[in-house]
């Protein structure tokens, strides 16, 4: 059965840093391809950054130069760091293994920027 927690997640004030965590239990985990996407109240889920088994990353505009996605194949681990958040980044924050053209959703972990 797959499984993915998400920590890190918390309070900060705008301009702070915080680096989510993502530990996934799923059979071959450096060929699945990991992403983070968050969802805000009223919003649809967005990408925010994606890292390929290939160690290729994307990410969305609105994020670009401040956070940083990577991960650790030994440990089952992809992270997210973040730098100089906003209060427009207040979301919830997803973790996603996709593998086999299945996709696996963690439950979430909470951003709360403030101003």
């Known amino acids: 059965q797959v499984q993915l927690v998400e920590s890190g997640g918390g309070l900060v004030q705008a301009g702070g840093s915080l680096r989510l965590s993502c530990a996934a239990s799923i059979s071959g985990f450096s060929f699945a391809r990991m992403a983070w996407y968050r969802q805000a109240p009223g919003k649809q889920r967005e990408l925010v950054a994606l890292?390929?088994?290939?160690?290729?990353?994307s990410y969305a505009d609105f994020v670009k130069g401040r956070f940083t996605i990577s991960r650790d194949n030994g440990k089952n681990t992809v992270y997210l760091q973040m730098n100089n958040l906003k209060p427009e980044d207040t979301s919830v924050y997803y973790c996603a293994a996709t593998r086999f053209s299945n996709t696996y959703w963690g439950q979430g972990t909470q951003v709360t920027v403030s101003s």
């Open positions: 890292i390929s088994s290939g160690l290729a990353t």
